[in-house]
């Protein structure tokens, strides 16, 4: 007997514990009985009660639920091939059509899988590689140089890649109204060429970077020669005018010198006579030496000079 009462107390604890469950503040529940749900749906976070042993409670995230989508080769309408990655955010909003359709996240990611890669595949087949890429039809920047200007165009573009995005999440948005579920953005995480076509891409790009960089190079070499030939040209004309300038003052120089001269034999004969002296004897003194035979004539000046010294 005693053993039966303490079976019957824990069997009472069991099913006591089994009466009652939480639902979380994240979190949203399905009640069912032998796998059919009943009530409605529970959202209100807290203590709640149920049949113990036939009641089974079914937990669903509340929260935005993340889509995160393999990147896929496309083709656009022009033929081009293309990686494409994208992204979404989803919710359920229905818990009870969600588990009816759906039953689990692991199902509803599959669903999502065909729904939002085929919406993606459809919206690129259907634009141009450029709608893709670009999102307005701003200027481009206008790249000069000293010698030419270079103006880049590109071509217009009527919906944009922005456009094609709410394409594809209206078209989702629509293909998962039935599945308790709700599709709250998508995005493109990247686009890119496929390998072949990327790499001629990048061949093209270094291509047009070196001519870029080849045509600033020659401007540069050109306004270094410019400056080197104006350099000179100063060079030459502080050296010319230095010249000039020491001509002048040579000339000048000269000038005086001749003026000197000139008002010495014009003054008087005592005086002239005293300067010829003078300068006989300085032109006698450079020219001879103490070893020096001097044999003058009876009519120079040097004899005139000693005979009158004497």
Partial sequence: MRGAAIALVIVAIVVAGNAAYVVNEPEQVIITMFGDP??????????????PLLHKVH????????WDGDPNELT?????????????????????????????????????????????????????LVEVVRTSNREPAQAESRFEQVHTTLAPIK????????????????????????ILDVQFKRINYVENVREKVYQRMIAERRRIADRYRSEGQGEAARIQGEMERELKRIVSEAYR??????????AEATEIYASAYDQSADSR???????????????????????????GEFYSFLKNAQ
């Fill in 273 to 299: 006579s005293f300067y010829a002296f003078l300068k006989t004897m300085e032109t006698l003194r450079s020219t001879a030496s103490a070893e020096t035979t001097v044999v003058l004539s009876t009519d």
């Fill in 76 to 128: 656009t309408r022009d033929k081009r091939f293309i990686f494409v990655d994208t992204l979404a955010r989803w919710r359920i909003t229905d818990p009870l059509l969600y588990f009816q359709r759906l039953q689990d996240e692991r199902r509803a990611q599959s669903r999502l899988d065909d729904i939002l890669d085929g919406e993606t595949r459809n919206a690129i087949a259907n634009h141009d």
């Fill in 159 to 182: 919906d944009g890649r922005e456009k094609i995005r709410l394409e594809i999440l209206d078209r989702a948005k629509a293909r998962t109204g039935d599945l308790g579920i709700e």
């Fill in 245 to 254: 300038e020491a001509q002048e003052i040579h000339g000048r120089a000269d």
């Fill in 59 to 66: 937990r669903f995230d509340r929260r935005f639920l993340e």
């Fill in 38 to 51: 009943i009530g409605d749906p529970v959202t209100d976070a807290g203590l709640h009660l149920k049949v």
